[in-house]
């Protein structure tokens, strides 16, 4: 059975910093494929982070410069740094994992809000 369990979400001020976590269970982070969403109130959710593999990152425009993924394929773990945080990056926040060879996520965390004051 895959788990996926998000921590680290909370309360942060503009310009600041928070680290999430994905820890999962039963799906390895060395040989899937992994993606940070988030869905804002009133907001369809979108994806704005992705790691392959082979540790390869992708980032949405909205994001790029400002978060950074990283996973620890040793405590098969999926983070997320997120610096020079906005009001606008107030939301639910998701991981989810996927093979590789599959343009869907299969398996999503609980979500673990996240939000920016101004």
């Known amino acids: 059975q895959v788990q996926l369990v998000e921590s680290g979400g909370g309360s942060a001020q503009t310009g600041g910093s928070l680290r999430l976590s994905c820890a999962a269970s039963?799906?390895?982070?060395?040989?899937?494929?992994m993606g940070w969403f988030r869905q804002a109130q009133g907001k369809e959710r979108e994806e704005f982070a992705h790691?392959?593999?082979?540790?390869?990152?992708t980032y949405a425009g909205s994001v790029k410069g400002r978060f950074t993924v990283s996973k620890d394929n040793a405590k098969n773990t999926l983070y997320l740094q997120m610096d020079s945080l906005k009001p606008e990056d107030t939301a639910m926040y998701y991981c989810?994992?996927?093979?590789?060879?599959?343009?869907?996520?299969?398996?999503w965390g609980q979500g673990t809000q996240v939000t920016v004051s101004s």
């Open positions: 989810a994992a996927r093979s590789c060879f599959s343009p869907e996520y299969t398996y």
């Open positions: 039963g799906f390895s982070l060395s040989t899937g494929c």
């Open positions: 790691i392959y593999y082979t540790g390869a990152t």
